[in-house]
């Protein structure tokens, strides 16, 4: 499935096999559970599903590689063997060694919070592999996201930030076409608009 040229919006599913993420955390962490929740989904009507190893919600801790690949490679492998091959399935990680990891355990497309701030080498992943790469905006890390976020025109500063980070990867050797960006969730960006 080409994601990037379809006729109808396309629904993520989102499956954190995490202990502490915003709606779901704790509740996956057993792989075959997982695995039931994210086919459930699909039933339900997701296009793709999104797995995540590291939550990334406000204040969060960072959770390190080797354990962000125990939580998601059991899940991806699963799923890819019982999943239909339209059924694009995505890691939310920043870290090029779970990127690359993931995408040879079946995964179609990363999804990076930093949008490769916190591991440039996750760009020169994405180039290799040819497949969408979806960057998003945040002020600061997930630890200081809600320190006091300050935009004067929140529109232009996030389209701003986008677009360099878009140019960024092109000039990592990622694919224009490959390219996804997500002005990030509401909840994250919270403004003290300044005049």
Known sequence: ????HTERPLI?????????????GGNYLDSDDAVMHALNM??????????GG?????????????????????VITALRNQLPGNVLLSVDTTRAEVAEAALAAGAGMINDIS????????????????????LM??????QTMQDQPVYRDVVAEVLEFLLARAEAAQGEGVSRDQIIIDPGRSEEHTSELQS
């Not at 499935?1 to 990037?4: E, K, R, S």
């Not at 699909?42 to 797995?51: C, H, K, S």
């Not at 590291?54 to 059991?74: C, K, M, N, Y």
């Not at 905006?137 to 997930?142: E, K, L």
């Open 1 to 4: 499935m080409n994601i990037l």
């Open 12 to 24: 993520m599913g989102i499956l954190n096999v995490t202990p502490d993420s915003f709606s779901d």
């Open 42 to 51: 699909i039933g339900e009507g997701a296009d793709m599903i999104d797995v």
């Open 54 to 74: 590291e939550s990334t919600r406000p204040g969060s801790e960072r959770v390190d590689a080797a354990e962000q690949l125990r939580r998601v490679l059991p």
């Open 115 to 134: 949008a490769g701030r916190d591991d440039p080498e996750i760009m020169r992943v994405m180039a290799r592999a040819k497949c969408p790469y979806i």
């Open 137 to 142: 905006h945040m002020q600061g890390t997930p």
